[in-house]
Each structure stands twice: as structure tokens, then as C-alpha cells.
């Protein structure tokens, strides 16, 4: 059982991981502004921490790290929670009720696009994941990793190899749209997770100055 649970937590993390580093490169070749942040973070903290990657250096990349949450708010690897209501509930100013033990499908999808909760949902903008912004947002705002004891057991594991890699490539490439990369992105509706249907091809151009 233990073998098979790890077996498990590396396989779908790294199905998730490579998806969502896949739309975060698409999105930082389509904003070239965000990506020179990024890049100078990166370059930041390798100085600070003598060229190497270190966890606490891994850490120091807040700027990253709110453009990976606003890579998950639109790119959720898992676009639909399936849930198991525990009691009784009314949903508030409507005439509906959700049984004990009733099956709910929760669209993260939905909730991230929300425009009364993301305005201008359709836009990347990693300051919505300022410390300001989402506190003032409910905690059932952002599900890419769900949330309470069935969320993903793997985020963390994500989270980290997610910067890792980040910092591997972009210190080394800055990466650019090609003629035929497209600018809105169609789902592959066979995959489980979420995924671009057909390819989105980059330019990777080795920077003159590598750390």
C-alpha cells in the first residue's frame, strides 16, 4: 500500500507539474514583462545564496511564487473537485438542499474565472496573489490543490520542484513566442487533468549571461 501511494504521489505530481509549467512558460513568452521579473528574482537569489539552489533560497521567490498561484488560478491541473457532503445543507437565498451523503461536483474551473471574484478573469496578473489581495478574498476562491483534510497531499512537493526547474531553465533561457504559438489556448477534453489540446511551440534562446 505504501509503495503504491508513492508510486502514485510522483506520478500525478509529475503529470500536474509538467502541465502547469507548460502554461506558466506559454504565459511568461506572452508577457515579457513578467517574465524579466521573474528572471531578475531568480538571478537575485542564486548571487545571495553563491550560486546554488538552496531550500531557503527556493523560499525567497515570493514574485514566482504569485505567478505560479496565478498560473493554477487559470491553468487548475484538476479542473473539477468531486466531493461527499457530510450533513444537510441550504444554499442560501435559493430554494436548493444538498443531502447527507449526496455527490458534489465543485468547478474550479467556474470559480477561478469568476469575474466578481477575479475581475477581468482572461488576463495574467500575478498581483492578485499579493498578501493583500487574498486575504480579502474567501479561502474557497483558489482550489487548484483543493482544500481541508482532501486536498492534495502533493502540493508542497509541487510547489517546490515547480521553482526548482523555473530557476534551472530561466537562468539559463528566456523563452519567446513563436509565429505559430497561439494566443488563446483550446483543452484536450480526453485527458483527466487539465491540458492543451495539440502544442503551443516556444522559442528558447540561451541568455548571454548564465547563473
Do not use: W
Amino acid at each position: 500500500m505504501i509503495a503504491a501511494q508513492v508510486y502514485t504521489f510522483y506520478a500525478l505530481g509529475y503529470e500536474a507539474i509538467t502541465s502547469t509549467l507548460g502554461f506558466l512558460l506559454y504565459q511568461l513568452a506572452l508577457n515579457p514583462v513578467i517574465q524579466d521579473k521573474v528572471v531578475a528574482e531568480i538571478i537575485e537569489m542564486l548571487k545571495k545564496h553563491n550560486e546554488e539552489i538552496t531550500v531557503q533560497g527556493i523560499l525567497d521567490l515570493s514574485y514566482t511564487g504569485k505567478v505560479l498561484d496565478e498560473t493554477l488560478r487559470m491553468y487548475p491541473v484538476v479542473p473539477n473537485l468531486r466531493r461527499k457532503s457530510t450533513k444537510i445543507y441550504k444554499i442560501p437565498n435559493t430554494n436548493l438542499k444538498i443531502e447527507n451523503g449526496q455527490f458534489i461536483r465543485i468547478s474550479v474551473l467556474g470559480i477561478h474565472y469568476d469575474e466578481k471574484i477575479y475581475p477581468r478573469p482572461e488576463v495574467f496578473d500575478p498581483e492578485r496573489f499579493s498578501l493583500e489581495n487574498v486575504k480579502a478574498r474567501h479561502e474557497c476562491s483558489y482550489l487548484p490543490f483543493g482544500l481541508g483534510p482532501g486536498h492534495c497531499i502533493a502540493k508542497h512537493y509541487a510547489q517546490v520542484l515547480s521553482r526548482v526547474c523555473l530557476v534551472k531553465l530561466l537562468s539559463q533561457f528566456q523563452v519567446e513566442p513563436s509565429k505559430n504559438t497561439p494566443r488563446q489556448v483550446e483543452y484536450d477534453p480526453i485527458r483527466s487533468v487539465l491540458y492543451p489540446k495539440g502544442r503551443f511551440p516556444l522559442h528558447f534562446v540561451k541568455r548571454k549571461a548564465s547563473y
